[in-house]
């Protein structure tokens, strides 16, 4: 039982360029999140899903786009990188009580991206 | 946005020494967490209260949940070298008064330093 994962670990971007984080976890888990970490901000979240096949806005989702094809995992792109987007990338997962509300969020060690 | 006021930002402690920190909103919450990051790493669940006048123990750590539902705190009694880290508080707005389900806001963490 790995809980949730990420790959890759660290990545440098050159600005324009794009790619993709992948998020994992294998605890059958309904809600998946992104967020990013910045100095003194604390955590953001970026896009949020409900369920696979679902996704929505959070609070910092501009240059971002999300995709849950498989509950197991959800993958955020950057299309177009730019240097404000240098942060720390952190997924979680969270699953759901016996009244269907999402329970507390269990996260993944974290992507580190450097857009230049 | 709706935010979480966390204090202090940062603090340095011996060990054996008690510490407190706490989280504050001017917004109702209905569930208090606490986690703690160490360095490189994701955010770890230490604490989760779910209940207005909670007070949760886990080990050396105690949190209690505000009566008026606005604020939190954590305790780490006869701290040592390992708790040094950054903590942080994450609340969730009931859906009534414009919370997204499962979407947690979190403070910007308290830094716990050992005194040099």
């Known amino acids: 039982n790995a809980g949730v994962t990420q790959t890759p670990k660290f990545r440098v971007l050159k600005t324009g360029q794009s790619m993709t984080l992948l998020c994992a976890q294998d605890?059958?888990?309904?809600?998946m999140y992104w967020y990013r970490q910045d100095p003194g901000m604390g955590l953001r979240l970026i896009h949020y899903s409900v369920g696979e096949g679902t996704t929505a806005k959070g609070e910092v989702p501009d240059g971002y786009n999300v995709s849950r094809l498989k509950k197991q995992n959800f993958l955020l792109g950057l299309e177009s990188a730019a240097p404000s987007q240098t942060s720390v990338y952190f997924c979680?997962?969270?699953?759901?009580?016996?009244?269907?509300?999402?329970?507390?969020?269990?996260f993944g060690p974290g992507t580190r991206l450097t857009v230049l | 946005g709706q935010q979480l006021n966390q204090s202090p930002q940062s603090m340095f402690i011996q060990e054996g020494e008690d510490v407190s920190m706490n989280c504050t909103s001017s917004?109702?919450?209905?569930?208090w967490l606490w986690y703690k990051q160490d360095p490189g790493e994701g955010p770890v669940l230490l604490i989760a209260l779910y209940k207005a006048g909670e007070l949760t123990s886990n080990g050396r750590l105690t949190a209690q949940f505000g009566i008026t539902r606005k604020d939190s705190f954590l305790n780490i009694s006869a701290s040592i070298p390992s708790d040094v880290g950054i903590y942080f508080c994450a609340g969730q707005r009931p859906l009534i008064y414009g919370g997204s389900q499962g979407n947690l806001i979190f403070g910007k963490g308290t830094k716990l330093s050992v005194k040099p």
């Open positions: 917004s109702i919450f209905n569930t």
């Open positions: 979680a997962s969270s699953g759901l009580n016996l009244a269907a509300l999402p329970v507390t969020q269990y």
């Open positions: 605890m059958n888990h309904e809600y």
